[in-house]
């Protein structure tokens, strides 16, 4: 019988399996909320609604609001599904509560 120590297949610790993983962080889908143009909804509700839903100052909700009625459709802010979602349910029920057909929709981006 060999009187060496047993040497392991490891005995230099050369075996190792590298473990460091980098967390699947999954960027998540985003959805653009869009206001649309109509003859009817006035100028002064639609900034209300931009400054209310979606946070912006008055001169930043003027210039969206504009943007709209120039060109018939014009981006309020960009979220993740739920939150954009949850944006447009609000928008459409403040306008028909207040009997303007204004619309909100959502894309994905
Ligand atoms: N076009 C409307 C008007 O002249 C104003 C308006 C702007 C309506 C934006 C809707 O999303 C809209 N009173």
């Not at 297949?9 to 909320?33: C, M, Q």
């Not at 946070?55 to 599904?81: D, P, S, W």
């Amino acid at each position: 019988m060999s009187k060496e120590p047993r040497r392991s297949d490891d005995a230099d610790n050369e075996i190792g399996v590298i473990t460091k993983t980098r967390p699947k962080t999954k960027r998540p889908n985003l959805y653009r909320v869009l206001l649309l143009n109509d003859d009817y909804t006035p100028m002064e509700f639609v900034v209300h609604v931009v400054e209310r839903f979606f946070n912006k100052n008055r001169e930043e909700a003027t210039q969206i609001m504009l943007h709209v009625h120039q060109h018939g459709v014009g981006e309020c802010g960009v979220f993740t599904y739920e939150v954009a979602e949850t944006k447009v349910t609000q928008v459409m029920d403040f306008a028909r509560k207040h009997q303007h057909p204004l619309q909100c929709v959502m894309e994905r981006k």
